[in-house]
């Protein structure tokens, strides 16, 4: 079974640095398109970016573009985000999610709070 298990959540100042990382175990995570997903309070959840297997390409929500930086150790089967510059804005619930194919799997998400 797939598990994916997210760290590095927090309260930070407007303008401040967090790096969340997401561990996957049970696969082999080399073989996995990862990616970072963010919901907000009372809002849906939405694509903050995502990275692919072989060639590490990799894409971002327009709100993140210049900010945030998804990378990958495959060594270390994980993934990571780096968020700088962070807004009140970017408070949320971070996933990380894994897909090959047609499998899905989830993480149990993290919280980013950005406050003063």
């Known amino acids: 079974q797939v598990q994916l298990v997210e760290s590095g959540g927090g309260l930070v100042q407007p303008g401040g640095s967090l790096r969340l990382s997401c561990v996957v175990s049970?696969?082999?995570?080399?073989?996995?398109?990862m990616s970072w997903y963010r919901q907000p309070p009372g809002k849906e959840r939405e694509l903050v970016a995502s990275?692919?297997?072989?060639?590490?390409?990799?894409t971002y929500g327009d709100s993140v573009k210049g900010r945030f930086t998804i990378s990958r150790d495959n060594a270390k089967s994980t993934v990571y985000l780096q968020m700088n510059s962070l807004k009140p804005d970017d408070t949320a619930v971070y996933y990380c999610?894994?897909?090959?194919?047609?499998?899905?799997?989830w993480g149990q998400g993290t919280q980013v709070t950005v406050s003063s």
């Open positions: 049970g696969d082999t995570f080399s073989m996995y398109a």
């Open positions: 990275i692919t297997t072989i060639s590490s390409s990799t």
């Open positions: 999610k894994a897909r090959r194919y047609f499998s899905v799997y």
